[in-house]
């Protein structure tokens, strides 16, 4: 991995982990959002869609912080920007804990979005602005969320199961806490780019950029709104919250192999071969979870969902990357990113309740659709309007 500052490759490797440090600090609540729901379920007695709603206000203001920061974000100190968004999100993730009334409990988890968002955006940008080949270190990321998740869903199915939504904010805010010192390896300050190329090779169209985001923000909607409600469909397969916790321990430790496989594949035969395979995975697997009520069947298809997971958002987020060099629209898939995963469990709440899980199933095969036509679209014409400079990359 090379950055475009010039910095020797010991500087490299300590730019993409404090990026990954970030990127874990960001998206915690989402990798952990079944336990989040299945918490708020049972430790202050809501419905499905009740928790749902909450579990979208931070979701949601994560994601707003996000694309509200990324046209400016550049031009600031990443390394400043991601210490003031922890702090912020460490001093919430701690009052949440003693909080009993949902309504508390709701505005408190929006200010946590608003430092998660930060972090989450400052862990795609410092990436696709320093990085040569973003779609590999993308993958770096996923490789360390799968692993990382083998302990974090065996602890949080536990501390769920018996603290119920205290545990699992608990599990959070330690993590982020834990992790919080890696962060001085962040520039403190953001990449100058000189090359006589810039202009031509990532300067886009906005008309792309938009649909990459819509592409981006479809995808996580329904993978969302499959994923926040696994416990709930582990309970119509018989399992209770912590069996579907160790289902998604074991099935993080199998994922990896998508995101090595991401990593390992990269781009070397362009992005719409990996961006066909996983949305016809992903909706094979949306279609058995959802109508299927063997465990067996339940255990399988949601070991494949997570392996889906992870391969595909190297491709996602390395689309995005390959807009703008200065990693504006790298950012703004982030928030595209987290929106998508905070309606997720609005989605899936409502059409749950009125269609039940079948109409789940369908709807996520149809938004899955769009996503696949925007995706082929945005890769024809970056492919098009390509310069020999910006011919694919064999290393990050």
């Given at each position: 991995?090379?950055?475009?500052?010039?910095?020797?490759?010991?500087?490299?490797?300590?730019?993409?982990?404090?990026?990954?440090?970030?990127?874990?600090?960001?998206?915690?609540?989402?990798?952990?959002?079944?336990?989040?729901?299945?918490?708020?379920?049972?430790?202050?007695?809501?419905?499905?869609?009740?928790?749902?709603?909450?579990?979208?206000?931070?979701?949601?203001?994560?994601?707003?912080?996000?694309?509200?920061?990324?046209?400016?974000?550049?031009?600031?100190?990443?390394?400043?920007?991601?210490?003031?968004?922890?702090?912020?999100?460490?001093?919430?993730?701690?009052?949440?804990?003693?909080t009993?009334?949902?309504?508390?409990f709701?505005?408190?988890?929006?200010?946590?979005?608003?430092?998660?968002?930060?972090?989450?955006?400052?862990?795609?940008?410092?990436?696709?602005?320093?990085?040569?080949?973003?779609?590999?270190?993308?993958?770096?990321?996923?490789v360390?969320?799968?692993?990382g998740?083998?302990?974090?869903?065996?602890?949080?199915?536990?501390?769920?199961?018996?603290?119920?939504?205290?545990?699992?904010?608990?599990?959070?805010?330690?993590?982020?806490?834990?992790?919080?010192?890696?962060?001085?390896l962040?520039?403190?300050?953001?990449?100058?780019?000189?090359?006589?190329?810039?202009?031509?090779?990532?300067?886009?169209?906005?008309?792309?950029?938009?649909?990459?985001?819509?592409?981006?923000?479809?995808?996580?909607?329904?993978?969302?709104?499959?994923y926040?409600?696994?416990?709930?469909?582990?309970?119509?397969?018989?399992?209770?919250?912590?069996?579907?916790?160790?289902?998604?321990?074991?099935a993080?430790?199998?994922?990896?192999?998508?995101?090595?496989?991401?990593?390992?594949?990269?781009?070397?035969?362009?992005?719409?071969?990996?961006?066909?395979?996983?949305?016809?995975?992903?909706?094979?697997?949306?279609?058995?979870?959802?109508?299927?009520?063997?465990p067996?069947?339940?255990?399988?298809?949601?070991?494949?969902?997570?392996?889906?997971?992870?391969?595909?958002?190297?491709?996602?987020?390395?689309?995005a990357?390959?807009?703008?060099?200065?990693?504006?629209?790298?950012?703004?898939?982030?928030?595209?990113?987290?929106?998508?995963?905070?309606?997720?469990?609005?989605?899936?709440?409502?059409?749950?309740?009125?269609?039940?899980?079948?109409?789940?199933?369908?709807?996520?095969?149809?938004?899955?659709?769009?996503?696949?036509g925007?995706?082929?679209?945005?890769?024809?014409?970056?492919?098009?309007?390509?310069?020999?400079?910006?011919?694919?990359?064999?290393?990050?």
């Amino acid at each position: 991995m090379t950055t475009e500052t010039g910095h020797d490759s010991r500087n490299s490797a300590s730019l993409v982990i404090g990026a990954i440090a970030a990127q874990i600090m960001g998206g915690l609540v989402t990798q952990m959002s079944p336990f989040v729901i299945a918490g708020l379920i049972t430790g202050l007695s809501l419905s499905e869609r009740g928790a749902g709603f909450i579990g979208s206000v931070e979701l949601i203001t994560l994601a707003v912080t996000a694309i509200g920061i990324a046209p400016v974000l550049p031009r600031f100190s990443y390394r400043r920007v991601a210490i003031v968004a922890t702090v912020l999100t460490l001093l919430v993730q701690g009052a949440s804990i003693f909080t009993t009334s949902w309504a508390a409990f709701a505005v408190q988890r929006g200010f946590a979005g608003i430092g998660e968002g930060a972090l989450y955006a400052v862990s795609l940008c410092i990436v696709a602005s320093h990085c040569s080949n973003p779609d590999r270190v993308y993958g770096y990321f996923q490789v360390v969320w799968a692993l990382g998740s083998v302990a974090l869903f065996a602890v949080g199915g536990e501390l769920t199961a018996a603290f119920a939504h205290r545990g699992i904010v608990a599990l959070i805010a330690g993590v982020t806490l834990v992790l919080a010192p890696l962060l001085a390896l962040i520039p403190d300050a953001p990449a100058q780019h000189h090359d006589g190329v810039e202009a031509h090779a990532r300067s886009r169209s906005s008309l792309l950029g938009v649909m990459t985001l819509a592409a981006i923000g479809l995808y996580l909607t329904v993978s969302s709104a499959i994923y926040v409600f696994s416990a709930p469909l582990g309970a119509r397969s018989g399992l209770d919250t912590r069996a579907v916790g160790y289902a998604l321990t074991a099935a993080s430790l199998v994922g990896l192999a998508g995101a090595g496989a991401a990593t390992a594949i990269d781009i070397r035969w362009g992005r719409a071969r990996p961006i066909s395979g996983f949305c016809i995975a992903f909706s094979l697997v949306a279609l058995v979870l959802c109508l299927s009520r063997n465990p067996t069947a339940y255990v399988v298809a949601l070991v494949a969902s997570v392996i889906v997971y992870y391969f595909s958002l190297p491709y996602l987020f390395g689309l995005a990357a390959a807009l703008d060099r200065h990693g504006r629209w790298a950012a703004a898939a982030g928030s595209a990113y987290l929106l998508g995963f905070a309606a997720g469990p609005l989605v899936a709440g409502g059409v749950i309740a009125t269609t039940g899980y079948a109409g789940l199933a369908a709807v996520s095969v149809a938004i899955t659709s769009v996503t696949w036509g925007l995706a082929m679209v945005v890769d024809r014409r970056l492919k098009a309007s390509a310069s020999p400079a910006e011919l694919p990359p064999t290393a990050a």
